[in-house]
């Protein structure tokens, strides 16, 4: 209703009382202006800007846009403060497309990125620049992870040592078993040197009594 040259990515925000928005003209420029507030600006952003979000953040108004480089595969998210010194800093690059969507909290912001129906990462602003937002349910999941592995941990080395035990019992009933077979084989031997101790002798008495045979039983007849 307000602008004629309209063409994509309409943004607003509230700030101090006024009504500010941002669109992306027929020109393919960058619009930031207020209703009310006085004269529209083009702001200077990088080529092929899209997909804008205005914010409020560290008592200034804060424009975020995307842009791509299809020929190097980058895809980028910059920021630009509306009433600063103007520079465009770099909040994320990524070799991948990706989306963002911006959480207003108060005089702070925090940046979603996702792609597809999966969250890449979260980043809230704090003490100057964007920092990586580590939410509750995760610390709790981290924690709860931790104390599985440590419980596990102990379990393995559990186990480890009741194996050890087992294998050097094992060890001594297998050296035992070996001494218990050494003693059967000494034993064994010994019966079969006295059996063919015995088979030799049962031998010669064998010869012995047929000799006698033979010399004193033709004399007996």
């Known amino acids: 209703m307000l602008k004629e040259d309209y063409g994509r990515d309409l943004t607003s925000v509230m700030f101090y009382g006024t009504i500010y928005f941002a669109y992306i003209n027929t020109q393919n420029e960058l619009v930031f202006d207020g209703i009310g507030a006085g004269e529209e600006e083009i702001i200077p952003a990088r080529t092929g800007a899209h997909n804008i979000e205005l914010a409020v953040m560290a008592g200034n108004i804060i424009l975020f846009y995307m842009t791509c480089e299809e020929r190097k595969n980058i895809h980028c998210l910059y920021m630009c403060s509306v009433y600063g010194d103007g520079r465009h800093s770099e909040v994320i690059q990524e070799s991948e497309k990706f989306q963002y969507h911006i959480v207003q909290m108060k005089n702070t912001v925090m940046i979603i990125i996702f792609r597809d129906m999966r969250i890449l990462f979260q980043k ?52 035992r078993l070996r001494e218990t077979v050494g003693e059967y084989e000494k034993e064994i031997r010994y019966a079969k040197q006295k059996y063919d101790e015995l088979a030799g002798f049962a031998g010669r008495l064998q010869d012995a009594v047929k000799q006698w045979r033979e010399k004193y039983m033709e004399e007996i007849r």
């Open 124 to 175: 809230i602003w704090a003490e100057g620049g964007f920092k990586n937002a580590v939410c509750q349910e995760s610390e709790l999941l981290t924690e709860g992870l931790r104390k599985e592995c440590e419980q596990l941990r102990i379990k393995v080395q559990e186990n480890e040592r009741a194996f050890r035990n087992e294998l050097e019992a094992e060890r001594y009933r297998s050296g």
